[in-house]
């Protein structure tokens, strides 16, 4: 990682950009191929919507113009601090000219005032794909929601093993109801703990917080201890005989994005039916999702959303919607700077033209013309030096190829792969690098992990 | 154009961004090609860097947190308004661990707390590419610099004709101190008014206020005058028989300038030397890049930089760079605004796989699925409503194809080209569509211009 100055203000070396880069072209192809269309939306928004969610206010990074305080026309601007409050935005103001249901992905910078520390960054990259409808979504975009996520994730074959965790809101809001606690909120934001909070603490708060009977705490917390990784759960929460409609729908819904995601879990991605899972956010109404890597506990979900039935209204209409963000930054920052994750080079050139003696810089700009016309990336070295400091040149930026024009008229151009030392005859016209070396690739070396599961 | 709720924040709708991201693809390529690094800086900058070029303070954002009174730890935070001052700094930062040359590359917002107007925007992409040395940086440079962005702009084929203009600050300033200018930064400042001033104006103002003879001031009103498409500027300028040696090596670099880039003019891109082309900043120090659009001169220049000699320096060395920058919003956004300039669809999807029944949906999700893997885009029909329902779904997002599965086993498949309505049994582990409907291309309509030249 090169020099932050500024704390929580990460910023990449080229190599490393490169890899971001992958990551960000192949969650890009994977979210087009399923037909979700590309969106950004303004990175300021007034304040009044980023605080109307009221949990992030100390986080918001307000705006002001240097020279404004005799206008004042922008006064109350603030930096976005996710995509989900700017994309309902968008909704609202563009409803009338979207196609319903709308299928976006957006790929911003977000900013958050926070202390920075582990994990933790006052600007970073955010992922999402929500499915939103006007009046009415059907369920099955949760299971897409889940599907095209874990597909997402699952192509990132640098990526630890990693679970995608999901539960039902009105699964757990429903039992919380059917077992007769007077706030099922106040469980909900409790159980929310339960990775930090050791259970028996939990149960005491259950009691004391949220009006619980130490049997109904009981209750609770068992309800939070099941996971599987199939529709098993519905029988385990059955077992603990508690009965509510709502429960009823949440059962079906959860067992439905399960069964729906089974065929993709491919070793990498582990979708597992995770009854602790709730989410902090008012705004989730069924379905919610979490994600966590294999090994990198500690950096929490990476990837995280849900259902809103209601988050998207205005006086019109409403805009029901499933949604999923990757945090990729908090991903990809600690995976660069502590695993051997790296570019297998920091520049895009799978060529370095060497030049035969300044004069003939065109011959050589004519070579890598030649190149790049059918797609390989080129460059010509900066200056005429001897053959051992321009190959240098190639070697230090982990360019493969080193190409020799001719040094008189009639002799051959060659190419040499500096890895191997192999040099052989090539004309500018025809020759290609093999397949592996046209781009920078993404190279995952040893996984050296924290080791705290 | 969307609904625009903030005024100078422009948004782009879905088919609109697909235009904007083709537009970025396509300049990434070029990029690439010629062995251009990716990087981006964060968004936020310490003000007194921000600052440190005086001319732009007006127009910076101030970042404050909205809870930070008690802590203040990064009070002094502004938005970047250019990528340039942001680039300088990153090098600085990480010069140890870069390869020098340097070329990179860098697409990102950029901000300015300007009053709005047309071609003004408070937030917008800036597009920029530079090379940047340690201690020395190759003339040669100068000239990739211009080839490189003159062929990314020639490959966005829906441009209207260009003109690439270059002038060289050694050129002008070595005429005018040839002259005995008493002070040729400030006959440099007011030649740079001379496409907002008539003549006569610029005439009054070099003897009135930059202290020149009405001769000296004629010389200088004949030298922004003199404008060619090869390098006969050099003729006429000794024509005007004013000598020095900075305006010798003026007219040198220049005439590479213009001579390298002659093969790229293809019509659309002219290279050209224009002899009132200055530059307002004061960090170039030879080079200089403006572009115009024909017809649509009251853009200004949507693509300018330069050569900057001592921009970036620290207490151990000195970086010269050579780099240009495209406003890519302020090209963009009108050309949408104005032209027929559009996506052939506003999804990416090139199928709409329809339902048969809701029970089928794993059926048709099949179907989208084997379809996908060989890289075509699908979404499944989001109900099962009656075909031609469907088939409406595909018709409003511009979704060329729609498929049909069997509705009774044993039947083909089928898929309907909705634009002829033909349609033909396929299999979809091996049908393709054209390679014209892949993807959503970019449509450039009759192209509905100004005429203000």
Redesign the interface.
Known sequence: M??T??SG??????GE??VE?SVLDSLRRTF?????????????E?MDQLLRKGEI????????????EEDGD?AG???HFDLTVPFAR?VL??AG???F????YQIQ?V?R?ERPQEGRY??FTQVDIDVV?RDTL?F?HDVEIARVMGEALSALDFLPPLRFQVNNRKLIEGFYRGLGAPDAAGVMRTIDKIDKIPPAAIRTMLVEDAGLSPDQADQCVALAGIRTTDTSFVEQVRALGVEHDLLEVGLTELAQVVDGCRDLADGRVRVEADLRIARGLDYYTGTVFETRLDGWDSLGSICSGGRYDSLVTDARATYPGVGISLGLTRLLVPLLARTGLSASR????AVLVALVDEPS?PSSNAV?QAL?AR?????VA??AQKYGRQIR?AE??GIPFVWFPPSEPGRPHEVKDIRSGEQVEADPAEWLPPELDRAPRVVAAGDEVEGDT
């Open positions: 090169p020099v100055s500024l203000f990460p910023e990449l070396l080229p950009r490169i880069q087009e191929l399923h037909g979700f269309a590309s969106i950004e939306t303004r990175a300021a007034p206010d100390k986080e918001v990074y307000v705006l002001r113009r240097l020279q404004a922008d601007l603030g930096l968008y103001d563009n000219q979207l196609e249901p709308f299928r976006r910078k900013w005032g006052r600007e409808a059907a099955h920091s520049v895009p050139s810089r890598a790049r797609g390989v990336a080129a460059e900066p200056a040149v230090r930026r």
